[in-house]
């Protein structure tokens, strides 16, 4: 059942259409900084305007950190590929951000939740853990693959977390 | 001739967690759907139980509602889980006709592992300490499952990643907004 789907994790595939496009995770991260913001007791420009801010901010450290922890720890793969593999690998990870963003919309218009980071954390995490896979199917060896970019992740939306509780 | 041991169940229900693209790759097939309702089941049970308690406390219902709170969670876990199951493969069959309906349907029950532990470790704090931990603890613990399900579409889909995500948001707001529209049916 499914046998000729079952690519081997850790061994070069072929990968089809994995174009670098970070700008699903900017606005995911983005729109979670949107979502902050109209749940702060007062929405002010400045409020607004630092989140957002944050929010991009949190969306590059992450892009970049784990694209660097790729590319460190799989230097052989980092030298076939000139360092294509793991932004392919982080930008495809990061679009499974997207279920996460929409939900945390949806719950904050139509259900009226203000708990926004739940969904954040759980959108970083998800999307760390999906660019390992995708670094394992272009070739990347071992568990830390996946391991890595988790606790990368973990500490991101830790940090943003704190963050969101000091801005204004 | 060699015998390869298959990984205990409760393992490949762990693993789903941590690495769900490898389990529905390569252990799903081993696991019968049944066992994976049982976690869904069980998951969800507990995560209506907490909401149930959460309104207890609150003094909006009584101890016989919390029951039949839990026991609806019960039918969430199962009867909801699989039909968003079949409703997820039946779209999936344009593309890909490679899985059965019920691999689908266990792999994802098995995907709510995730929920399972969040909802457990919910459940101390509820009954330890008295906190409200329906949102805290279950909301997130669903938020977690969505991943395995987003793997689970992918694999069904034949790698179909825009369409993972279609459907993956569609089944995490069916069962986070049902939930929301039971806990107030509840009152």
Request: hydrophobic share 55%; glycine share 10%.
């Amino acid at each position: 059942m499914g046998v000729e789907h079952l690519g081997k994790l850790g061994y070069r595939q072929e990968l089809k259409g994995n174009r670098v496009k970070f700008m699903p995770a900017y606005l995911c991260f983005m729109t979670f900084g949107v979502l902050v913001a109209i749940n702060k007791p007062t929405i002010g420009i400045v409020s607004m305007g630092l989140s957002v801010f944050a929010a991009f901010s949190f969306a590059v450290l992450a892009i970049q950190l784990i694209t660097w922890a790729f590319n460190k720890f799989n230097p052989d793969l980092c030298a076939q590929t000139g360092g294509q593999f793991a932004q392919s690998a982080v930008s495809q990870g990061m679009t499974f951000m997207i279920p996460f963003a929409v939900l945390a919309v949806l719950a904050n218009v139509l259900l009226g939740w203000d708990a926004v980071m739940p969904f954040a954390s759980a959108a970083i995490m998800t999307a760390g853990a999906s660019a390992g896979m995708e670094v394992m199917k272009a070739g990347a060896q071992g568990i830390k693959n996946i391991l890595l970019p988790t606790l990368l992740s973990f500490i991101i939306s830790t940090l943003w977390m704190l963050l969101v509780g000091i801005l204004p | 001739m060699l015998v390869q041991n298959e990984p205990p169940r409760w393992k490949t229900a762990l693993n789903m967690i941590l690495n769900p693209g490898d389990v529905v790759k390569r252990q799903m097939s081993k696991v019968p759907w049944p066992f994976s309702l049982s976690v869904s089941g069980l998951a969800f049970s507990l995560f209506f139980l907490q909401t149930g308690l959460d309104m207890l406390r609150a003094g909006q219902i009584e101890i016989s509602t919390v029951v039949l709170i839990s026991m609806l969670g019960l039918c969430y876990g199962t009867a909801g889980v699989a039909l968003i199951a079949v409703m997820s493969w039946a779209l999936s069959q344009g593309s890909e006709r490679a899985y059965n309906v019920e691999w689908a349907i266990s792999a994802f029950a098995l995907g709510y592992s995730a929920t399972l532990v969040y909802v457990l470790v919910g459940l101390v704090f509820s009954l330890a300490l008295g906190w409200k931990t329906a949102v805290a603890f279950g909301v997130t613990g669903v938020l977690w499952a969505l991943r395995p399900t987003i793997m689970t579409v992918r694999q069904m889909s034949g790698e179909r990643i825009g369409f993972s995500i279609v459907v993956s948001t569609l089944c995490g707001a069916i069962l986070l907004f049902g939930w929301a529209f039971l806990g107030r049916f509840g009152v």
